[in-house]
């Protein structure tokens, strides 16, 4: 059964005063009053972590009962980061089923009233249980993944700052238009410049902010002029360092792949896109990961112009997370809301794009291991299938899998990638390097070590020597004796 | 399209030193064996909240990559302590949608590594805000509706806790007959007697216990001789102060007429249920709620062995919450699983249920606010439906309605339940009176006060004194001004 979108709403995204259920439920009614509803068949709620965001719990019943409307099934749906979309799919599969007529999707967080340290500490615990113990949090795990990604495409340091400087400087111009958007300050390169290092490379302006803001929409089994026409879903492995690759989202690429084979379009139907930005490096990433453009070639197309709001593919025409903000529960729905207002027309002036018959939104959940992929198009769109129609998407998949870390004392490998991290977890020195070692002998571990304070002072693809201190690895440029022998010589 | 049921799989329940993910890979394996399957299209996990009890967060991925299949789309679901069910139903839609031949569910919990107190405050999270401000946990506000109960069915205090008693004294016999029980001890009525009084009425032997455990199902659209016949799912009011009714549960009546209608069956179709007996009074209400007694006589059916494991209608032949243990999200789930085992006739020896054609499991989620009802048959089952069949189960609907609390220096009103807490949570004074008073301007409130330490103190149906102290509504039995005449006699 087709299941189509009646009405969408949304709070203004930033720091809110109000308790998260009442963000929800303004949105939920807006899109109720869009829809033309007092009563839906059921309602999906998705929040990331209301139980340490907020400290409460049940929000299924919060939710329903503040809206007055108790006694309506309700149930709450997380996929970590990409909770809004998850929340979406789930809602798409209970109208799909023809058991629901009317069900409404709600997605919501509030961030902003905790300490950056305590949202950074809890936002970290979709992160692997081992790579937290070296204190990585997202940012660093992004900046590493852009490290290797720059590294594999032969990027130097200023090209890659360029390119997520653009990404940065882009989506705040596109969220400037947006009346929701928590930032609607355009920034420079020189602004951009100033932003402080997270986790080098990553700057401030790198990563999106911590916001409160919800998102709802009405699906419906009753034609409308917007319909679902694509979903997909897919994991990924739980350690950054189980992946087959660092460089692309294997998750992305099987979600995209059954999106696309639903809905039976090609990457070059798409006419523009919301792409999950939480860090600049991922909207790249994300763009070759749905084949906008080959793998490599995302910051070209960027620098080209052509995911402007005024290129042939405009990518994250909201201003993304990034702008818009990243309430993590609501930035999966949220995506979708603007993909619905931009094929209504309805995204007004600005910011409206002109071919907006079909539109994607990609969602990231955890860092790159529970992304969903979801297509939109009108109604009325002229289609292109025929038969003998074949999907040309072909992605190179490439599944990780989980494995135990090699039992090991000491012993030698290539750093693959490495972060010095400015912002660690409590309990941790500032800065701190962290990284992946190829070892020699087979498999891929996390290491860290202090003492690097500098990007300077460490190569990717250099030799390194590991060893384990209190049950971490280690990781030192030099090896032990040549150590001891430069510490003799300094006697 | 229908959906069936393969596999299903279960932990011990009990206290466990694995961690959470591993208890529910357990499960996860053995129902994929059951239905011969290494791989499915989807996987849901019911987890309630794995942020508090374990500090970790992005459950479905770190189940997927525990159980080597990364790639596979994994959602989780809560509903509060009914979890477990609402995963299912989720699953249910999913199949039912024509997008996903097998799914796997996989519901579970991990709270005894935490202390009762922490497990406590956790657990209270489920309560509405206000309510909790008191100190108000879910033992407190289930002894609240045993003794209104009583009160309203003219039960005295010793029929009360007869009644109770053999509750707890049947699942424990039920549960002594099943190897995954986490208690398999059966208790006498002396036993039940020297057990402590958690919230007066209630007993420890009344109220199920912290555990750790998993259950595992998996769904599929291949016919199997289990078949998903009727599912119901609905919402109360978080405050139990703003209840239409304090003794049955409206989200249990309106999911019931769900599932029932669904399904086609009547309650006297059901040849036996697993009823959420959290709270031993929980399971005089459920079968009232779900229309196999009238209201007020779910005691009688019991004392006469109705529902034992011999009797016409058995309940909780698995030995319910009470006695296999309530790891609060895969509760639920677990339910159904004892389910599918009578349906296929491998409960085992002792508990195998002669009948077992049609089953019905009930599932609560907070305090009464967030219920499913699942009705599950043998595909060979003879169908009683005919033309002009009718839904005999027509359950008194009262909805309850989100209020303001009446704004109110000092009032008068009526007593309309209490309760003695003797384990309140952390910072309140042991024992805590609380209760609730129906004000005689309108509106019912919650209402405390630490000086009333004995039921014999109190008085259901009596007017009391109500006045404001630091923000929360305090009771007296006496006016102020009889209270100050006898301060001023015994000076």
């Keep these: ?10 709070t203004k995204f930033g720091k809110s005063t109000e308790p998260l259920e009442s963000l929800m439920a303004e949105a939920a009614l807006g899109a109720l009053r869009g829809a033309g509803l007092e009563k839906v068949d059921a309602i999906y709620t998705g929040v990331m972590n209301i139980e340490e965001f907020v400290g409460d719990s049940n929000i299924g019943v919060l939710l329903v009962d503040t809206l007055g409307l108790s006694g309506i099934p309700s149930t709450r749906v997380e996929t970590a980061s990409s909770t809004g979309a998850g929340a979406f799919q789930t809602a798409f599969y209970s109208v799909a089923s023809g058991h629901m007529k009317n069900v409404l999707v709600v997605a919501g967080e509030k961030m902003t009233h905790l300490t950056t340290a ?3 500490r809890i936002l970290s615990e979709v992160i692997d249980r081992s790579e937290r113990r070296y204190g990585a949090t997202m940012p660093a795990l992004a900046a590493m993944i852009a490290q290797k990604y ?10 890659l700052e360029e390119i997520l400087s653009q990404v940065a400087i882009k989506n705040h111009f596109n969220g400037s238009f947006n009346p929701f ?21 990553l700057r401030l302006y790198d990563c999106a902010p911590i916001t409160d803001g919800a998102a709802a929409m009405v699906l419906t089994a009753e034609p409308t002029d917007v319909k679902i026409s694509g979903i997909g879903h897919a994991t990924d492995t739980l350690a950054v360092r189980h992946r ?32 999950h930005d939480a860090f600049t490096p991922f909207e790249i990433i994300g763009t ?14 960027l620098r080209d112009g052509v995911t402007g709001l005024r290129g042939k593919l405009p990518i994250n025409p909201s201003g993304g997370l990034k702008s818009r903000g990243h309430p993590v529960g609501a930035s999966g729905l949220a995506q979708l809301v603007e993909i619905v207002w931009q094929l209504r027309g309805e995204a007004g002036e600005g910011r409206q794009l002109k071919k907006a018959e079909i539109g994607l939104a990609q969602s990231i959940g955890g860092l790159g291991n529970n992304n969903l992929v979801t297509i939109l198009e009108r109604r009325d769109r002229r289609k292109t299938v025929v038969p003998g129609w074949e999907l040309r998407y072909r992605p190179e998949i490439r599944s990780g899998k989980k494995a135990s870390d090699p039992s090991l004392e000491e012993g030698v490998g290539i750093l693959e990638t490495f972060t010095i991290l400015h912002s660690p977890p409590e309990g941790f020195r500032s800065p701190l390097s962290l990284g992946f070692v190829k070892l020699k002998k087979g498999g891929r571990i996390m ?11 460490l190569k990717i693809g250099k030799k390194v020597y590991v060893f384990t201190r209190e049950g971490l690895y280690v990781f030192e440029r030099r090896s032990f004796w040549s150590r001891l022998k430069q510490w003799l010589k300094g006697r």
């Design 1 to 10: 059964m087709d299941v189509f979108i009646s009405g969408v709403g949304m």
């Design 118 to 120: 305590k949202t950074t």
């Design 150 to 159: 720059a590294w594999q495409y032969r990027l130097s340091s200023p090209a």
């Design 181 to 201: 958007a928590q930032f609607r300050k355009r920034i420079s390169f020189e602004e951009y410049l100033r932003s402080p290092i997270v986790s080098y490379p």
């Design 244 to 275: 087959a690759t660092l460089t692309s989202f294997n998750s992305t690429k099987e979600a995209a792949l059954r999106a696309y084979s639903m809905a039976q379009v090609n990457p070059s139907d798409i006419q523009f896109a919301e792409v």
């Design 288 to 301: 070759e990961d749905l084949g906008f453009f080959p793998p490599g070639k995302g910051g070209n197309a």
């Design 447 to 457: 290491v860290c070590n202090p003492e690097y304070r500098l990007p300077e002072q």
